[in-house]
């Protein structure tokens, strides 16, 4: 999710960002060896662009925004094998930006990282974010950017492919915690039309009843 690029442009150019904290699990979070998902942005730097992507057009960021669940992904050495109940929330924010919140469990123990995502091109039709993380979480200093392309996203707003301007990282998502077979064959399928080679495909495994949404912390300003 990250390009060669790394200027910042935003939905509506926002001096400042916002980013929640919760307090309580500040301390206890494992911020880099229990990275989660979005944050694969990291490492797309480095790799070439192979094939030319299909990306969705015209994006409803409004009916995208709430709680996505992991379904499916590709295996990165960042993100810890056992890791169960992962998810990512959206937050529309006033200024057109999108608060991004990653978490993900490992032995009962939640891990965290939160963002602000916007449009690459204010003036593109194609559904190509930027994602900025800061790390730590703890102390939210370094700035990280990325790319978020919504490969596929169908027409109730329930179930979503995303990758980047490659196909190294890959994710299956959906609003629910479990999905059927038929359901989940159809979007490696899309993905795999796409150029991915989908046998990479590691299912993320998910509770029956998923973990209770933390606590809303203080609110931190970050320029």
Same mark, same amino acid.
């Given at each position: 999710?990250?390009?060669?690029?790394?200027?910042?442009?935003? *939905?509506?150019?926002? $001096?400042? @960002?916002?980013?929640? &904290?919760?307090?309580?699990?500040?301390?206890?979070? !494992?911020? #880099?060896?229990?990275?989660?998902?979005?944050?694969?942005?990291?490492? *797309?730097?480095?790799? $070439?662009? @192979?094939?030319?992507? &299909?990306?969705?057009?015209?994006?409803?960021?409004? !009916?995208? #925004?709430?709680?996505?669940?992991?379904?499916?992904?590709?295996?990165?050495?960042?993100?810890?094998?056992?890791?169960?109940?992962?998810?990512?929330?959206?937050?529309?924010?006033?200024?057109?930006?999108?608060?991004?919140?990653?978490?993900?469990?490992?032995?009962?123990?939640?891990?965290?990282?939160?963002?602000?995502?916007?449009?690459?091109?204010?003036?593109?039709?194609?559904?190509?974010?930027?994602?900025?993380?800061?790390?730590?979480?703890?102390?939210?200093?370094?700035?990280?950017?990325?790319?978020?392309?919504?490969?596929?996203?169908?027409?109730?707003?329930?179930?979503?492919?995303?990758?980047?301007?490659?196909?190294?990282?890959?994710?299956?998502?959906?609003?629910?915690?479990?999905?059927d077979d038929a359901t989940y064959k159809e979007l490696v399928e899309k993905a795999k039309n796409e150029g991915y080679d989908v046998s990479k495909l590691r299912k993320t495994p998910q509770s029956e009843k998923p973990p209770p949404a933390a606590e809303e912390g203080r609110t931190l300003s970050i320029s």
């Amino acid at each position: 999710m990250v390009d060669d690029n790394n200027s910042v442009k935003t *939905l509506g150019s926002p $001096a400042r @960002s916002t980013i929640l &904290t919760n307090p309580a699990t500040a301390m206890a979070e !494992r911020p #880099m060896r229990h990275c989660l998902f979005l944050l694969a942005s990291l490492l *797309l730097t480095t790799v $070439a662009t @192979s094939n030319a992507t &299909t990306v969705v057009k015209n994006l409803d960021l409004k !009916r995208y #925004m709430g709680r996505w669940y992991e379904i499916a992904r590709f295996p990165t050495f960042f993100e810890k094998s056992n890791a169960v109940d992962t998810r990512a929330t959206y937050t529309l924010n006033d200024n057109g930006t999108v608060h991004v919140l990653n978490e993900d469990f490992v032995d009962g123990k939640r891990s965290y990282v939160e963002g602000i995502a916007y449009k690459a091109d204010p003036k593109s039709d194609e559904a190509k974010l930027k994602v900025k993380f800061y790390v730590p979480p703890s102390v939210p200093i370094f700035p990280v950017i990325g790319d978020y392309w919504v490969l596929y996203i169908d027409q109730d707003y329930q179930n979503a492919v995303v990758g980047g301007p490659t196909k190294i990282f890959l994710w299956i998502l959906s609003r629910k915690s479990h999905i059927d077979d038929a359901t989940y064959k159809e979007l490696v399928e899309k993905a795999k039309n796409e150029g991915y080679d989908v046998s990479k495909l590691r299912k993320t495994p998910q509770s029956e009843k998923p973990p209770p949404a933390a606590e809303e912390g203080r609110t931190l300003s970050i320029s």
